[in-house]
Structure formats: structure tokens, C-alpha cells
């Protein structure tokens, strides 16, 4: 299956700063995909990053808030702006991954936002 | 939006029992997941489920994908501590803006030995 590196796996950041979550795969990949977990929930999609074309945001995410990049076929960034506490959440990066008939997750970004 | 209704919410079993989860849904969808996530990581995919009736075992696993592709189970057999964790069903459509997972709320399975 293909293995995801996300860093940072955990962050504790000021209110109002920005985070940039980056994911690495090693494989090349057409989607990549960006999900917030908040505690005690389930997964939400943000975004799903195309190389070569800005990213899809599902409904009740913005590009302001959550921009992202994706540079190369490998390779994505996640930033959370003008963070508050109620960012506070795990974010995963995914990638469908034909191998395993479904799609693969990353370990996860835990952020605090204090 | 779409959404999965998992249930249940939660699951204490004594070691070695039998579990059974289950999703349900208002829209078709075109693939059924399963997956579990353990404390600090990602989730894991379990199994994957394709046509509509398939029914996959995967060890003690066995997911069905429901005749009207709009609901999934998961059975676990002769539980064991190790099962703890969040179980989670996903469903899977694809749209002509690309694949989209929607996610059920999850089940958290305690296992006392």
C-alpha cells in the first residue's frame, strides 16, 4: 500500500498564527485528499488537491482559511490561518490507493490551538 | 450533504464474543469501507466492498454490502483486546468533480479480557 509521512504529527499553536500540515507519498497520485477530525468525531473532507489546479473545497471550507498546495504528484500542503481554539482538531491527509482497493491515510496532524 | 448513520455508537464485549456494527443511508453509493483507527494514528482500511450483495471476509472480518447500496455491515468473530478502537464505515461516490469518501459517525469498541 502507499506510505503517507505527514508532518508536523503534532503542533500546539497561538491563536491567530497559521500551521502548514505537509504530506508526502511515495507514489505518484492523481488526488490527494484533506480531512478534519475533531475530537471525539468523525472525518470531514476539506479539500481534494489536484496537481496542476487549485483544490476543491467541500461546503463550509474556504480557500482563506485553508489554502493548500500541491506542487508535484507526491507532495501536498495543508495551511490552517488565523488559527482560534475551535481548529483544534486532527487533520489527515489520504490518497485513493488502487493497491489496497480503497483509500490510505496518513498518521495525522494533532493540533492545540491555545 | 450526504450522511451515514453508524450504529452503535458504542460497543463493551467481554473477549471472545461476536460484534456486529452496521451503516445505513439515504444515498446509493458505489463503494462500501470499513476502517478502524487506533489512538493517534489514521484509520486503517479493514475492507472494501464493490458490487451491491458482496459479502468479504477478511480473517475475523466479514463486511456485506447491502442489496440496495445503501447500507453496509461489519461482523467481527471471537473478539480479542486488540480489537479495541473506532471502527468506521465510508462510502465512496464517484462524481464528475472526482471520488468522494463521506464518512458514518463511528463505533468504539471496548474489549475487556
Known amino acids: 500500500s502507499a506510505v503517507i509521512s505527514q508532518k508536523p504529527s503534532r503542533d500546539i499553536c497561538q491563536r491567530g498564527t497559521s500551521l502548514t500540515i505537509q504530506c508526502q507519498v511515495d507514489?505518484?497520485?492523481?488526488?490527494m485528499f484533506w480531512y478534519r477530525q475533531q475530537p471525539g468525531q468523525s472525518l470531514t473532507l476539506i479539500a481534494t488537491a489536484n496537481q496542476g489546479s487549485e483544490a476543491t473545497y467541500e461546503s463550509g471550507f474556504v480557500i482563506d482559511k485553508f489554502p493548500i498546495s500541491r506542487p508535484n504528484l507526491t507532495f501536498s500542503t495543508l495551511t490552517v490561518s488565523n488559527m482560534s481554539p475551535e481548529d483544534s482538531s486532527i487533520y489527515l491527509c489520504s490518497v485513493e490507493d488502487r493497491t489496497v482497493g480503497g483509500y490510505t491515510f496518513g498518521s495525522g496532524t494533532r493540533l492545540t490551538v491555545v | 450533504g450526504q450522511q451515514l448513520n453508524q450504529s452503535p455508537q458504542s460497543m463493551f464485549i467481554q473477549e471472545g464474543e461476536d460484534v456486529s456494527m452496521n451503516c445505513t443511508s439515504s444515498s446509493i453509493f458505489n463503494t462500501w469501507l470499513w476502517y478502524k483507527q487506533d489512538p493517534g494514528e489514521g484509520p486503517v482500511l479493514l475492507i472494501a466492498l464493490y458490487k451491491a450483495g458482496e459479502l468479504t471476509s477478511n480473517g475475523r472480518l466479514t463486511a456485506q454490502f447491502g442489496i440496495t447500496r445503501k447500507d453496509s455491515f461489519l461482523n467481527i468473530s471471537a473478539s480479542i483486546p486488540s480489537d479495541v478502537g473506532i471502527y468506521f464505515c465510508?462510502?465512496?461516490?464517484?462524481?464528475?468533480?472526482?471520488?468522494?469518501?463521506?464518512f458514518g459517525e463511528g463505533t468504539q469498541l471496548t474489549v475487556n479480557p
Open positions: 465510508a462510502g465512496q461516490r464517484r462524481e464528475t468533480s472526482g471520488s468522494r469518501l463521506t
Open positions: 507514489s505518484q497520485v492523481t488526488m
